[in-house]
C-alpha cells in the first residue's frame, strides 16, 4: 500500500502542474516505474537485512546499466575518482585490464611492466576469487576496488589460466602504476620500435617526444608502431595520435542513436607530421582506441598492419558526472573507420595475418585463446557482424635492452621490421 500511496501522490503533484490526469491517461507510461516502486517497497519491509535505500537505488542502477553491454556501468563516488585516476593520476594496484563475462572477471590484458604482467597474468585468464572472496559475488567495479589498495601491500588471487584446468593462486605486491603510456627503441639505424601501450592524457605529448628525441641521433627511416595488447583509454587521444602520422582525411567517425549526433575527424596538416614508412603491429589485446589507429592508418594507405585480428570494441562510452559525486559511464555511439567499417565484435583484420608464436619448450602446448569483444555477452551487435587468436605477449618482457635478443622472441617485430625496411616511402606518404 505504501508505494501505491506513493505513485498516486506523485502523480496527483504532476497533474497540478499541468500533466493532467496522468493516473488514468498515462498510467502506460508509469507502469514500470510502478513496479519498481513496488519491488523497492517489499525489498525495504521483507528482505532478512536492513538495507539502506541508497544501496538499493545504486544496485538497481548498476543493474540496469550492466544489463544494456559490458561497457555501460555506474560509478559510486570512490569509483568514479578510481576510474579518474586511471587516465590522469597514480594509482596503485596490479596492472591489469579486465572485463566481466558471464559471471567471470577475465583479464584482458595486463599493462606493461606492472606487478601483473611480471606476475605472468595472460588475456583470457580467469580471477576466480581476490583475497578469498569469490569474484561471482562481486560487480566488476568491487573487483577493482579490491585489487587496488596501498602500495607495498598484498593482494592474493585465484587464478585459472585460459590454458589450464586447475586454478593457481598467486600472491601479488601492489605497486604504483605506471600512466607513461609511450616506449621507443632504436632496432637497426634509423628504424624505431615505438610502443603505445595506453591512451592516457599524455600520450600523444609523450609519442611526439620520443619521436623528436629519435630524430636527434638519425634520421627517422622507419617505424615500427606497436598496438598489441593495447587497451584502449581516450578518444581525443587515438585522434592526435594517427593525426600525427596523417596530413589529412578522416580518421574516424562516431554515430549514434541520431543523425545529429554523427561526428565526423579529419587529420590536420601539421608540421610536425612523421612521414616515415610504417608497421603497426596488432593483436587480440589491441581495444578500442587502440583499434582507431589502426583503422585509420590502414583505410587511409598509411602504414602496414600486421599481427592478429583485434579486440573488436567499436563503442564509444561517454563518462557523465553525477552532482553526488558518482558517475555514469554509457555507450552512446560506435565509430566506424573512414572506409565506413564498424569494428563492434569484428575487430581490425591486419594486411597481413602474422601469429605470435612464443619461445618455449614444449612446441606441442597449446597456444593460449585470447578474449574479444564478440565473445562478451552482451555485446553491441552491427548490421556487418556475422561472426581466435594464439598466445600473445609483449615485447620487452626479461633483458628490454638487448634489441637482438628481442628481435629473436619476437616474431612479429621482426617481420615488421623487415616490411618496414623494404616498404616504398612514396607509399607511406600521402601527398
Known amino acids: 500500500m505504501r508505494a501505491a500511496v506513493r505513485f498516486c501522490i506523485l502523480a496527483a503533484a504532476l497533474a497540478v502542474m499541468g500533466t493532467a490526469t496522468i493516473c488514468v491517461a498515462d498510467d502506460s507510461k508509469f507502469d514500470s516505474l510502478k513496479r519498481f516502486s513496488q519491488v523497492l517497497?517489499?525489498?525495504?519491509?521483507?528482505?532478512?537485512?536492513?538495507?539502506?535505500?541508497?544501496?538499493?537505488?545504486?544496485?538497481?542502477?548498476?543493474?540496469?546499466?550492466?544489463?544494456?553491454?559490458p561497457h555501460s556501468t555506474f560509478m559510486t563516488p570512490e569509483e568514479y575518482k578510481e576510474m579518474q585516476e586511471t587516465t590522469s593520476g597514480e594509482f596503485f594496484g596490479v596492472g591489469i585490464e579486465i572485463s566481466m563475462e558471464n559471471g567471470q572477471v577475465t583479464v584482458v590484458t595486463p599493462i606493461e611492466d606492472t606487478p601483473g604482467f611480471r606476475?605472468?597474468?595472460?588475456?583470457?585468464?580467469?580471477?576466480?576469487?581476490?583475497?578469498?572472496?569469490?569474484?561471482?559475488?562481486?560487480?566488476?567495479?568491487?573487483?577493482v576496488s579490491r585489487i587496488r589498495g596501498p602500495k607495498g601491500s598484498e593482494v592474493e588471487l585465484s587464478i585459472l589460466h585460459s590454458d589450464s584446468k586447475t586454478p593457481q593462486t598467486i600472491h601479488i605486491v601492489r605497486d604504483a602504476i605506471p600512466l607513461i603510456s609511450v616506449k621507443s627503441k632504436e632496432l637497426e639505424s634509423g628504424y624505431y620500435w615505438v610502443r603505445i601501450t595506453r591512451f592516457s592524457e599524455r600520450t600523444t605529448q609523450e609519442l611526439m617526444e620520443a619521436l623528436k628525441e629519435a630524430a636527434k641521433k638519425d634520421p627517422?627511416?622507419?617505424?615500427?608502431?606497436?598496438?598489441?595488447?593495447?587497451?584502449?583509454?581516450?578518444?581525443?587521444?587515438?585522434?592526435?595520435?594517427?593525426?600525427?602520422?596523417?596530413?589529412d582525411g578522416n580518421i574516424v567517425s562516431i554515430r549514434g542513436r541520431k543523425e545529429s549526433s554523427v561526428r565526423e575527424y579529419q587529420a590536420r596538416n601539421q608540421k610536425t607530421d612523421v612521414t616515415a614508412p610504417m608497421v603497426v603491429l596488432v593483436n587480440a589485446g589491441s581495444a578500442s582506441a587502440s583499434e582507431i589507429v589502426a583503422g585509420a592508418l590502414r583505410d587511409q594507405k598509411r602504414a602496414l598492419i600486421v599481427g592478429e585480428r583485434t579486440f573488436g570494441k567499436g563503442s564509444v562510452q561517454?563518462?557523465?558526472?553525477?552532482?553526488?559525486?558518482?558517475?555514469?559511464?554509457?555507450?552512446?555511439?560506435?565509430?566506424?573507420?573512414?572506409?565506413?567499417?564498424?569494428?563492434?565484435?569484428?575487430?581490425?583484420?591486419?594486411?597481413?595475418?602474422?601469429?605470435?608464436?612464443?619461445v618455449r619448450a614444449d612446441d606441442k602446448k597449446a597456444p593460449r585463446q585470447m578474449l574479444r569483444e564478440k565473445d562478451l555477452s552482451r555485446h553491441l551487435e552491427t548490421n556487418s557482424t556475422r561472426a581466435d587468436s594464439k598466445k600473445s605477449a609483449l615485447p620487452g618482457k626479461g633483458k628490454a635492452d638487448d634489441v637482438k635478443e628481442q628481435l629473436e622472441r619476437d616474431n612479429q617485430l621482426r617481420m615488421a621490421l623487415q616490411f618496414v625496411k623494404s616498404l616504398p616511402k612514396m607509399r607511406e606518404i600521402k601527398q
Open 119 to 143: 606476475a605472468g597474468l595472460q588475456p583470457g585468464d580467469i580471477i576466480l576469487s581476490i583475497n578469498g572472496q569469490p569474484t561471482q559475488e562481486l560487480s566488476l567495479q568491487d573487483v
Open 318 to 358: 561517454n563518462i557523465i558526472p553525477l552532482s553526488d559525486g558518482s558517475g555514469l559511464k554509457i555507450t552512446v555511439a560506435l565509430y566506424y573507420t573512414p572506409n565506413g567499417s564498424s569494428i563492434q565484435a569484428e575487430g581490425v583484420t591486419p594486411d597481413l595475418e602474422i601469429p605470435f608464436e612464443p
Open 41 to 69: 517497497d517489499m525489498v525495504e519491509r521483507y528482505y532478512v537485512r536492513d538495507t539502506p535505500r541508497k544501496d538499493l537505488i545504486n544496485g538497481a542502477v548498476k543493474g540496469m546499466l550492466q544489463g544494456l553491454d
Open 220 to 247: 627517422i627511416k622507419g617505424i615500427v608502431l606497436d598496438l598489441r595488447n593495447n587497451p584502449g583509454g581516450l578518444l581525443d587521444q587515438a585522434v592526435s595520435v594517427a593525426d600525427a602520422f596523417l596530413k
